[in-house]
């Protein structure tokens, strides 16, 4: 079995063998293609992004998705005759077990698997038949915007004509945003500060180097450019930077990463770390500053519910055989319509069987044409009491809005104690299972 080290350099070799025989392959064609996916609409990460990337633009694939043999199959496709996969690496921590006991040692260990995958470029799948959701782009300004207000991170404007990322008093200093002749310019150079501010102590936490030329430097200046090329691509935005369309910017990489494989694997996966930071950080304060309350969101609903509706489903069902399953290691204690109380003692698994009222819920969905215009793309409002999170999303260009609401466990304890209590004033027999 292979070793982590061993599986690490094995897709760097491959990255770095791509790179050598890609024909004028540039930096910017490195990190313009769509993310890639998998056949649920997952996206991978780290170094598995540029891997992809890279089999995506070598083979001119039109589509970055991919899937696992198993996957194609489940999803009614073949591999095509001679097709060759593509290494990704799986990675999560795990409880480590004695060895003789089998008992949990208290202690987290990595997990390291590779797995063969295929675009589905190389296989009889179309992407229209796969029904994914397509992908969100974000908007660069609010990105920006969001990010400063709740990071703390002040963006200074300056006429020094170089734009830097200060640690010791955590603000970006750039050129004003007139004196870039390309404002995609301008929004590469300031994701480049930002990915850069996000190894501050006081977020992620990064060894950023603090001397020109050494290792941790070239690691961070790595890490800022694959973080701002990763934001330029949420935001939807093709850096056309003349540096970077050159090929000899990304060979001029190339020695480093040969000189040391885990430089890419790092900077890949710190990378990838900082722009899920700045994303989810920017959307905080922007979204409640849209919707400030379970009302406001409710009455958008019905105004757009009174148009037509062409599809509603009222929940997806994870429990085929109709019951509600729920882990509960505490007593379930509560009283039924009448006062009356009722307990369950040392139960960890209660299962309750019913007719046709049990379900775990999961999620519903409504679909509505529109006719009116609405100046959002996306609400959200998250009942965490209620064990509720809901979504309205608007598809401008299909004149369209999808309101989604989700339900996790605390939703699904609540409906479990609500239908125990309604079976019990019913007077129905119910079957637990110790």
């Known amino acids: 079995m292979a070793s982590q080290k061993e599986l690490k350099d094995g897709i760097v070799d ?3 063998k791509k790179i050598e025989t890609t024909p004028n392959l540039t930096w910017n064609q490195m990190v313009n293609v769509e993310f890639p996916r998998n056949l649920d609409g997952r996206f991978y990460n780290g170094a598995n992004i540029i891997n992809l990337n890279l089999s995506t633009i070598g083979k001119d694939y039109s589509s970055n998705i991919w899937g696992t043999f ?5 999803a009614g496709g073949k591999i095509l005759k001679g097709e060759k996969s593509t290494s990704v690496l799986f990675f999560k921590m795990i409880d480590e077990k004695d060895k003789i006991t089998g008992e949990e040692t208290g202690m987290r260990i990595p997990l390291f698997r590779e797995y063969k995958v295929f675009n589905i470029g190389q296989t ?3 992407e229209k038949d796969l029904k994914l959701e397509p992908v969100r782009k974000e908007n660069p300004e609010k990105v920006i915007e969001g990010y400063s207000k709740n990071s703390g991170v002040e963006i200074k404007t300056s006429l020094e004509g170089t734009a830097y990322y200060s640690p010791s008093l955590d603000y970006i200093v750039t050129p004003p945003i007139e004196n870039y ?3 995609d310019k301008y929004y590469s150079t300031v994701f480049h500060e930002i990915t850069h501010s996000t190894g501050n102590e006081k977020r992620l936490n ?3 180097g603090k001397i020109f030329g050494n290792e941790k430097y070239a690691k961070e200046e790595l890490v800022a450019e694959l973080g701002a090329a990763f934001l330029m691509n949420t935001c939807g935005i093709k850096n056309d930077d003349i540096e970077k369309n050159n090929a000899a910017y990304l060979k001029s990489w190339l020695g480093v990463l040969k000189n040391d494989k885990n430089l890419l694997y790092d900077a890949a996966k710190y990378s990838q770390k900082a722009h899920d930071y700045v994303i989810e950080i920017s959307e905080v304060k922007l979204e409640k500053e849209i919707v400030k309350d379970e009302k406001e969101i409710n009455n958008i609903i019905k105004e757009i519910e009174k148009e037509k509706i062409i599809k ?3 929940f997806e069902k994870e429990n085929k055989e109709n019951r509600i399953i729920i882990e509960e290691k505490e007593n379930i204690v509560g009283k039924d319509s009448k006062g009356q109380e009722y307990r369950f003692e040392n ?7 019913m007719s046709k009222s049990g379900y775990i819920a999961v999620k519903s969905e409504t679909i509505c044409s529109l006719k009116k215009e609405y100046d959002f793309n996306e609400l959200k409002h998250e009942d965490k009491e209620k064990g ?3 979504k309205v999303i608007i598809d401008k260009e299909k004149k369209e809005a999808k309101i989604v609401r989700e339900f996790d466990e605390k939703f699904n304890k609540r409906m479990l104690e609500k239908t125990i209590e309604q079976e019990m004033k019913k007077g129905k027999d119910m079957e637990i299972d110790k």
């Open 206 to 208: 990064r060894d950023m």
């Open 124 to 126: 009889t799948l179309q």
């Open 70 to 74: 198993k996957d194609i199959e489940k």
């Open 312 to 314: 509603s489903i009222e």
């Open 181 to 183: 002749k390309n404002i």
């Open 14 to 16: 491959e990255i770095i």
């Open 347 to 353: 139960i960890t698994d209660v299962r309750v069987t």
């Open 388 to 390: 509720v999170m809901t």
